[in-house]
């Protein structure tokens, strides 16, 4: 069966492939290669100030042997995110963003829309309500253009009550709870990953978009459409928008 239309593509951290994840050098690389939807990760500082940034840990991207939960913000402002494992001297002046940041350039792009995961070690360490209150000041200007979104689905309703005008929730498996919570909860998109997401489209039916994420694979995109992913997330979004294009019939 051919997809009648092809799913939309999210910059998974922006463009991974081609530049340090999670930083705004990627996300404005990924909007100058026609990306409209682009996810991030967020963590929170020793002093509660959210950090775009996936891992807890510096070592990956920074190669420093730092905690951002444990650091003050003061001290991350000053850290190099360049990956230089992956990319030498490239993006040496690149710097770990606030929050903030990001909103500041989310403004500048009005029709971009960001997907915003609240990680689970900062959810741990601070406890949820520190870390929700964070996020929520933190995107309130941009919020119509914000998705908040996590694995934990705890943190999403008092993001609603504070705003969140739109919610993903992240899943691992497929339960009872789960779909009881699915349907308490009414998030607009549900998550999945892609090795998962058959299963989960067909136990998990109800108003939601369905979320797939990862592929670099345009042939693979297409197959995720026909099994009903309303949107895929890729590394390699801007080599990703033009080869689907080609792919389809």
């Known amino acids: 069966m051919v997809p009648q239309t092809i799913p939309t593509l999210v910059g998974h951290r922006g463009w991974p492939a081609q530049y340090p994840e999670n930083t705004l050098e990627g996300f404005a690389a ?16 020793a002093d509660h100030v959210p950090f775009v940034c996936h891992d807890a840990s510096l070592q990956r991207t920074a190669g420093r042997d730092l905690d951002i939960t444990a650091t003050p913000a003061r001290e991350l ?26 909103a500041d350039w989310l403004k ?4 971009v ?3 915003v995961e609240i990680k689970r070690q900062s959810l741990r360490h601070h406890s949820m309500q520190p870390v929700v209150d964070a996020v929520m000041a933190a995107l309130r200007p941009v919020l119509k253009q914000c998705v908040v979104i996590s694995f934990d689905h705890a943190c999403l309703e008092p993001a609603i009550q504070q705003g969140a005008a739109r919610i993903g929730w992240a ?3 497929v339960s009872e709870q789960v779909r009881h919570s699915a349907a308490e909860l009414r998030p607009d998109y549900l998550f999945t990953d892609e090795k998962l997401f058959a299963r989960m489209h067909t136990a998990l039916p109800g108003p939601w978009k ?7 694979d345009a042939a693979r ?15 390699d979004i801007g080599t990703l928008l033009t080869d689907v294009h080609m792919h389809k019939p």
């Open 113 to 115: 829309t960001q997907f």
């Open 221 to 235: 995109v297409l197959q995720l459409a026909d099994q009903g992913a309303d949107m895929v997330e890729t590394n």
């Open 210 to 216: 369905w979320i797939v994420y990862h592929t670099e």
């Open 30 to 45: 990924a909007v100058a290669a026609g990306a409209r939807w682009l996810e991030c990760d967020v963590q929170l500082s």
């Open 77 to 102: 402002d000053a850290i190099g995110v360049g990956e230089p494992a992956r990319f030498g001297a490239r993006f040496a002046a690149v710097r770990l963003a606030r929050l903030t940041a990001l």
């Open 108 to 111: 500048l792009q009005p029709g």
């Open 171 to 173: 899943l691992e498996t």
